[in-house]
């Protein structure tokens, strides 16, 4: 009897260790989702949106909206809003800071805290350059009309506050955050959706991100110059890790001729086959090309802290 108990209280641990261990992977692989849709909708506004292309991303009901000048709690009344805001730009960018996932108590629900500049050139002539500290509040999994498999999160509410603002010619300012049609907002997007898909071990949704063009990437002395030889190490390390995550942060993205040049920090934390629990810090070095319309990864290295 004694025997049991103890292998009972043995299988028991192992349970609640490997449900923390799975959870630890689930709020990773949500941090990263949402800290990529949060630069994915400033990268929308940096680019020229339509409401057409912000409303898969709305509930149908229970929708609001708080600036300094107007409270909207309605899709049409963000319509009007937007369209009116939109006919007086003629250029705007976003630099945002790091951004913070707060989960509410509410199951599903997270607020995305988000300092940052917005730089705006107007057709009248005027400028604008504004601190500002906003706060969105998302739901996931919530299905709608144009995203009736939930795949896409909601903003349900979305506050604005505004910190300070000036009026100098912002023009050099909106250019340095942009190479060609992208945002640097777009580079750090990618950047989340990257360690997403690799906190979930998924290496197809990888390499689909990656350039066609020969890569050069050096990963701990491995280099590769191939996407198919790409997807191997990846494939590999997927299968070597019992459970992993992917913190990235302080992303620095610098516009060259080439593409963007990025530069960050990534925390990771698993058990890997052979080596056991690890803890560690990386520096990593992107560049990021344009390809096809689309941002792709050409040059990959890091450095261990």
Do not use: C
Request: charged share 20%.
């Amino acid at each position: 009897m004694r025997k049991f108990l103890y292998l009972s209280i043995a299988l028991l641990s192992m349970t609640s260790w490997a449900s923390e261990q799975s959870q630890k992977v689930t709020d990773s692989m949500i941090t990263n989702q949402l800290k990529s849709f949060a630069y994915h909708w400033y990268a929308k506004f940096d680019n020229g949106t339509t409401i057409d292309e912000l409303t898969p991303y709305l509930p149908e009901e229970k929708l609001e909206f708080i600036y300094p000048q107007a409270k909207i709690t309605s899709l049409n009344e963000l319509t009007s809003q937007f369209e009116a805001a939109w006919m007086a730009t003629d250029a705007n960018a976003h630099q945002v800071e790091e951004i913070a996932i707060y989960k509410s108590s509410e199951n599903n629900v997270y607020d995305i805290i988000t300092p940052h500049t917005y730089y705006i050139k107007r057709k009248n002539g005027t400028f604008g350059e504004l601190s500002i500290v906003s706060r969105m509040r998302v739901r996931l999994g919530l299905k709608t009309r144009l995203d009736p498999k939930a795949e896409l999160p909601k903003i349900e509410s979305y506050l604005v506050l505004f910190q300070n603002a000036k009026s100098d010619d912002v023009t050099q300012k909106i250019s340095a955050l942009r190479h060609k049609t992208f945002s640097e907002n777009d580079a750090k997007s990618f950047v989340h959706k990257w360690f997403e898909n690799a906190d979930l071990g998924n290496a197809n949704a990888m390499i689909d991100m990656v350039s066609n063009q020969p890569l050069g990437i050096n990963l701990f002395g491995n280099s590769i110059d191939t996407k198919d030889a790409l997807k191997d190490y990846l494939e590999q390390n997927a299968a070597a890790q019992k459970w992993a995550i992917h913190k990235p942060h302080n992303i620095v993205v610098t516009p060259t001729p080439e593409g963007f040049s990025v530069r960050f920090i990534v925390h990771f934390e698993g058990d890997i086959q052979g080596m056991g629990n690890l803890s560690l810090n990386n520096v990593t070095n992107w560049l990021l090309v344009e390809e096809n319309g689309e941002l792709r990864l050409r040059d990959y290295s890091l450095s261990l802290l």
